[in-house]
């Protein structure tokens, strides 16, 4: 077994038992899915949102036709 497979295999063995609240592990869930995909890990959030492109809970806003936020 080569080191990627038996990597894959430790993160679905993790999180294959973890029955808790979705919201209570879904940040470190995709932190850790982003390392074994070997991507970067979401950057910290901003108050200036327009800095917020990679973050968890990015504040979305929406526009209605009659200019209420």
Do not use: C, K
Not at 3 to 19: C, H, K, M, N, P
Request: aromatic fraction near 10%; proline fraction near 4%.
């Amino acid at each position: 077994m080569d080191d990627i497979t038996a990597s894959v295999e430790t993160f679905l063995a993790r999180w294959q038992g973890a029955d808790g609240r979705e919201r209570a592990n879904y940040q470190l869930f995709l932190t850790e899915l982003a390392a074994l995909l070997e991507l970067p890990a979401p950057e910290p959030a901003s108050a200036d949102d327009r800095a917020n492109a990679y973050v968890f809970e990015r504040r979305v806003g929406f526009r209605h036709g009659d200019a209420r936020h």
